[in-house]
T-cell receptor
């Protein structure tokens, strides 16, 4: 009964390839997020969707494209992978827009992407 | 330009003693602060939070203190237990943006 799940857990691929990471939440939340944890361990938000609408879009290369087929899923597509894309990617969800006391963000287990 | 900083990458304490994890921020517009705990190969899990209108919030063994004038918050764990060994992330947000700004984490080791 995992709340926020991601697949795959590990992804090793060659530069230039296109890959996707999937995220699903069964909490009935309206908002989902993608975060990137880089080699310096900082967790940085990339995107946020509320009811399938994009509400946060940080300065991320347009090779990264989130897709939300429904409010329980937020997938991350990455085109033309580069070495610098190697990181751990975390999906998260919250009931509302993730602000304030009543709107905790719940994280998935992460996907470790390695680009060779 | 890192707006949330955790300057101690690691901390080691003895079981039963107090653990104090620190976090500094630069943006005075932040109005909500959180601590997340992360075990290896897992995602961060929410631990405790505090609104900027308060200076203290307590939940069991965990207490968060906020000093707005110093732009500093701390997490106190007492008594510390070996199961508390994890990476602790401080995070901050402003308004209802949903955009959490994280520090780089502090690895806590609690020795039996």
């Amino acid at each position: 009964d995992t709340a926020v799940s991601q697949t795959p857990k590990y992804l090793v691929t060659q530069m230039g390839n296109d890959k996707s990471i999937k995220c699903e939440q069964n909490l009935g939340h309206d908002t989902m997020y993608w975060y990137k944890q880089d080699s310096k361990k900082f967790l940085k938000i990339m995107f946020s969707y509320n009811n399938k609408e994009l509400i946060i879009n940080e300065t991320v290369p347009n090779r990264f494209s989130p897709k939300s087929p429904d409010k329980a899923h937020l997938n991350l597509h990455i085109n033309s992978l580069e070495l610098g894309d190697s990181a751990v990617y975390f999906c998260a969800s919250s009931q509302n827009r993730g602000g304030g006391l009543a709107d905790t963000q719940y994280f998935g287990p992460g996907t470790r992407l390695t680009v060779l | 330009d890192q707006q949330v900083k955790q300057n101690s990458p690691s901390l080691s304490v003895q079981e039963g003693r107090i653990s104090i994890l620190n976090c500094d921020y630069t943006n005075s517009m932040f109005d909500y602060f959180l601590w997340y705990k992360k075990y290896p190969a897992e995602g961060p899990t929410f631990l405790i939070s505090i609104s900027s209108i308060k200076d203290k919030n307590e939940d069991g063994r965990f207490t968060v203190f906020l000093n707005k004038s110093a732009k500093h918050l701390s997490l106190h764990i007492v008594p510390s237990q070996p199961g508390d060994s994890a990476v602790y992330f401080c995070a901050a947000s402003k308004g209802n943006t949903g955009k959490l700004i994280f520090g780089q984490g502090t690895t806590l080791q609690v020795k039996p």
